[in-house]
C-alpha cells in the first residue's frame, strides 16, 4: 500500500510560517488528487488544499491567499507553505492521496499556533 509520511510541524507564533513536506513511499502514477486536509480538537476534518490530475487547485475557504500547496514528482513529495499563521490554524495536519478512487492517509503533523 502506498505509505504517506508528513514533516514539518512544530510550534510557531501567530504571524509566522511553516512548511509541511509529505513524502509518499512510492512513485505515483494516475493520480486523482493530492493535498492537505487538517482537524482541530472538537472540529470536523477540513480541506486544506489540494491539486487534481488536470493541474486545478482547490483551497480551503479559510486559507487562500496564505497557504500554497506545491509537488515535486521528481522527489515524490508535495509541500504546503504556510504564511501569516493564526491561532485557528492549530490543528494535525494530514497527508491525503486518492488513487483509483481510493483515500490514502498519512498520520498526521501537529502544527501549534500561540504566542
Known amino acids: 500500500q502506498v505509505q504517506l509520511v508528513e514533516s514539518g510541524g512544530g510550534l510557531v507564533q501567530p504571524g509566522g510560517s511553516l512548511r509541511l513536506s509529505c513524502a509518499a513511499s512510492e512513485r505515483l502514477y494516475s493520480i486523482d488528487a493530492m493535498g492537505w486536509y487538517r482537524q482541530a480538537p472538537g472540529k470536523q476534518r477540513e480541506l486544506v488544499a489540494r491539486?487534481?490530475?488536470?493541474?486545478?487547485?482547490d483551497y480551503g475557504n479559510f486559507v487562500k491567499g496564505r497557504f500554497t500547496i506545491s509537488r515535486d514528482n521528481a522527489k515524490n513529495t508535495q509541500y504546503l507553505q504556510m504564511n501569516s499563521l493564526k491561532p485557528e490554524d492549530t490543528a494535525v495536519y494530514y497527508c491525503?492521496?486518492?488513487?483509483?478512487?481510493?483515500?490514502?492517509w498519512g498520520n498526521g503533523t501537529l502544527v501549534t499556533v500561540s504566542s
Open positions: 491525503n492521496l486518492v488513487k483509483f478512487g481510493l483515500n490514502y
Open positions: 491539486i487534481f490530475s488536470d493541474s486545478t487547485m
